[in-house]
């Protein structure tokens, strides 16, 4: 992932990397994502974000790896 690129860039239907990637169960990915500070929380057009694609898949690794970035993602001046 380049520095310069949104990685919250959304497509028509709003839908992000970061859901995708949940939605494929690409752990790495979705770490990688996230560290490049993805938003879990942003929505798409149903209303729904890639935290809540993770627990409706069940996927408590992508769960759990989404719960540990959302405290740091809230924080402008935090570091990942």
Known sequence: LERTQD???PNKS??????LAVGIGDEYLVKRLVEKRADPKRKNKEGKSAYDYACESGNKKIIKLLENYM????HPSSKL
Request: no cysteine; proline share 15%.
């Open 7 to 9: 990685v919250d860039q």
């Open 14 to 19: 709003r839908t992000t990397p970061l859901m």
């Open 71 to 74: 405290p740091l993602l809230s």
